[in-house]
């Protein structure tokens, strides 16, 4: 697609419970990023994948946090036993050369309950 | 200005008026500089960017001023108008020995019509 698409848009879940969160990055875009913004804050990073190389894991906040990328395209986000305090907008981005200008998707917000 | 942690600094101003918004950044390593912008629900949206090699840098109606020496980043948009009401964040890089871009808390900018 013209851009970078995430699903689900909203996520609703009950505390303990396990979610997926899914990025589509543009078409040919070899680095792919995770962030979390919560409310009234900054983006946070949590993973970066670029082609082939082990991602970069180092911003993950806990075991219950994982991705990965299949194909060098889509990834998924995976929040095991989620806590109310992930409630968050989780934002997905591309880019065509490694930390230059990112294309952000619009995000999953998620909210625990 | 901005700085990670803070609340969201808020700024108002008159349409057709100039706007500033100001970024403490905080590494000086930092080579790389990006301002986006976020509006209400959706992911952030490439405005500028400049190196380190840089003071100024212009664009359509935005010109980004960076003074390394205080570690200082500025966003100028000029002849505001209500369409650039939104949330604006900086976000610094360290090139190629970062995986990751650091973003501020952002700037709250409103345009009154």
Request: hydrophobic letters at 30%; glycine letters at 10%; a neutral charge.
């Amino acid at each position: 697609g013209a851009g970078v698409s995430q699903s689900p848009s909203n996520k609703v879940t009950e505390k303990g419970k396990d979610v997926e969160l899914r990025c589509d990055p543009i078409s040919g875009h070899t680095a792919l990023y995770w962030y979390r913004q919560s409310l009234g804050q900054g983006l946070e990073f949590l993973i970066y994948f670029q082609g082939n190389s082990a991602p970069d894991k180092s911003g993950l906040p806990s075991d219950r946090f994982s991705a990965e990328r299949t194909g060098g395209s889509v990834s998924t986000l995976t929040i095991q036993r989620t806590q109310q305090e992930d409630s968050a907008v989780y934002l997905c981005a591309s880019s065509l050369v490694p930390n230059y200008g990112y294309t952000f998707g619009s995000g999953t917000r998620l909210t625990v309950v | 200005g901005e700085s990670v942690g803070l609340h969201l600094p808020t700024l108002s101003v008159q349409e057709g008026d100039n706007s500033i918004i100001n970024c403490a950044y905080s590494n000086s390593a930092s080579d790389y500089f990006i301002w986006y912008k976020q509006e209400s629900g959706k992911g952030p949206q490439f405005i500028i960017d400049i190196r380190s090699n840089m003071d100024k840098r212009q664009g359509q109606r935005v010109t980004v001023l960076l003074n390394k020496t205080v570690k200082h980043l500025s966003l100028q948009i000029a002849a505001t108008q209500p369409g650039d009401s939104a949330v604006y964040f900086c976000a610094e890089n360290m090139g190629n020995t970062g995986n990751q871009f650091y973003f501020g808390t952002g700037t709250s900018l409103t345009v009154i019509p």
